[in-house]
Protein backbone atom coordinates (compact mmCIF):
# COMPACT_ATOMS: atom_id res chain seq x y z
CA UNK A 1 0.00 0.00 0.00
CA UNK A 2 2.99 2.26 0.55
CA UNK A 3 4.04 2.24 -2.73
CA UNK A 4 0.76 2.85 -4.04
CA UNK A 5 0.10 5.90 -1.82
CA UNK A 6 3.86 7.13 -3.03
CA UNK A 7 2.80 6.44 -6.89
CA UNK A 8 -0.48 8.75 -6.49
CA UNK A 9 1.31 11.12 -5.04
CA UNK A 10 3.90 11.15 -7.56
CA UNK A 11 1.43 11.71 -10.70
CA UNK A 12 -0.62 14.07 -8.59
CA UNK A 13 2.97 16.08 -8.74
CA UNK A 14 3.86 15.49 -12.56
CA UNK A 15 0.13 16.70 -13.16
CA UNK A 16 0.48 19.77 -10.96
CA UNK A 17 -2.25 19.01 -8.52
CA UNK A 18 -0.06 18.48 -5.37
CA UNK A 19 -0.04 21.69 -3.24
CA UNK A 20 2.61 23.49 -1.59
CA UNK A 21 0.37 25.05 0.59
CA UNK A 22 -2.20 23.21 3.65
CA UNK A 23 -5.92 24.20 3.49
CA UNK A 24 -7.37 25.87 6.55
CA UNK A 25 -8.40 23.75 9.25
CA UNK A 26 -11.94 24.18 8.99
CA UNK A 27 -11.53 22.93 5.70
CA UNK A 28 -10.12 19.96 7.14
CA UNK A 29 -13.26 19.37 9.19
CA UNK A 30 -15.73 18.33 6.77
CA UNK A 31 -18.02 15.42 7.59
CA UNK A 32 -18.73 15.02 3.90
CA UNK A 33 -17.22 12.02 1.89
CA UNK A 34 -13.72 13.23 0.43
CA UNK A 35 -14.35 16.51 1.85
CA UNK A 36 -16.17 17.36 -1.34
CA UNK A 37 -17.70 20.57 0.38
CA UNK A 38 -14.59 21.80 0.92
CA UNK A 39 -12.04 20.51 -0.91
CA UNK A 40 -10.91 19.66 -4.16
CA UNK A 41 -10.34 16.18 -4.48
CA UNK A 42 -6.22 16.39 -5.24
CA UNK A 43 -6.20 18.38 -1.95
CA UNK A 44 -7.84 15.71 0.13
CA UNK A 45 -6.10 13.09 -1.26
CA UNK A 46 -2.84 14.93 -0.31
CA UNK A 47 -4.38 16.57 3.08
CA UNK A 48 -6.36 14.05 4.50
CA UNK A 49 -6.39 10.19 2.82
CA UNK A 50 -2.57 9.66 2.02
CA UNK A 51 -1.80 10.94 5.81
CA UNK A 52 -4.48 9.33 7.33
CA UNK A 53 -4.22 5.72 5.45
CA UNK A 54 -0.71 5.61 6.19
CA UNK A 55 -1.11 6.11 9.90
CA UNK A 56 -3.29 3.29 10.08
CA UNK A 57 -1.21 1.06 8.01
CA UNK A 58 2.28 2.14 10.54
CA UNK A 59 -0.29 1.24 13.59
CA UNK A 60 -1.48 -1.76 12.28
CA UNK A 61 -4.79 -1.16 12.13
CA UNK A 62 -7.36 -1.80 9.78
CA UNK A 63 -7.89 0.22 6.35
CA UNK A 64 -11.68 1.30 5.10
CA UNK A 65 -12.83 -1.77 3.16
CA UNK A 66 -14.05 0.19 0.02
CA UNK A 67 -12.49 3.62 -0.87
CA UNK A 68 -14.42 4.11 -4.14
CA UNK A 69 -11.61 6.70 -5.21
CA UNK A 70 -11.54 5.58 -8.51
CA UNK A 71 -15.16 6.64 -9.54
CA UNK A 72 -14.85 9.85 -7.26
CA UNK A 73 -11.36 10.76 -9.29
CA UNK A 74 -13.05 9.53 -13.12
CA UNK A 75 -15.34 12.41 -12.47
CA UNK A 76 -13.32 15.09 -11.08
CA UNK A 77 -10.66 14.38 -13.51
CA UNK A 78 -12.57 14.26 -16.30
CA UNK A 79 -11.35 17.64 -17.14
CA UNK A 80 -7.44 16.29 -17.95
CA UNK A 81 -8.62 14.05 -20.65
CA UNK A 82 -6.08 11.22 -21.21
CA UNK A 83 -3.32 12.53 -18.85
CA UNK A 84 -5.40 11.45 -16.18
CA UNK A 85 -4.87 7.29 -17.02
CA UNK A 86 -2.06 7.14 -14.87
CA UNK A 87 -3.87 8.73 -12.01
CA UNK A 88 -7.16 6.51 -12.30
CA UNK A 89 -4.94 3.62 -12.78
CA UNK A 90 -3.34 4.26 -8.99
CA UNK A 91 -6.66 5.45 -7.44
CA UNK A 92 -8.07 1.95 -8.63
CA UNK A 93 -5.27 0.10 -7.57
CA UNK A 94 -5.90 1.64 -3.77
CA UNK A 95 -9.06 0.38 -4.01
CA UNK A 96 -8.57 -3.03 -4.84
CA UNK A 97 -5.45 -3.06 -1.97
CA UNK A 98 -7.78 -1.24 0.72
CA UNK A 99 -10.33 -3.82 -0.20
CA UNK A 100 -8.22 -6.97 0.26
CA UNK A 101 -6.44 -5.48 3.50
CA UNK A 102 -9.42 -5.22 5.09
CA UNK A 103 -10.45 -8.34 4.41
CA UNK A 104 -7.79 -10.11 5.41
CA UNK A 105 -7.57 -8.37 8.56
CA UNK A 106 -11.63 -8.95 9.12
CA UNK A 107 -10.05 -13.01 8.59
CA UNK A 108 -7.41 -12.61 11.07
Known sequence: MFNALGELEQVLRELGLW???APEDWRLESQAPFCVDTLALEHWLQWVFIPQI???IEQGRPLPGECRLHPMGEQVFAHLGR???RLLAA???IDHLAAR???AVRQS
Do not use: D, P, V
Request: charged content about 25%; hydrophobic content about 40%.
Open 19 to 21: SQT
Open 54 to 56: TML
Open 83 to 85: RRE
Open 91 to 93: LIS
Open 101 to 103: WAE
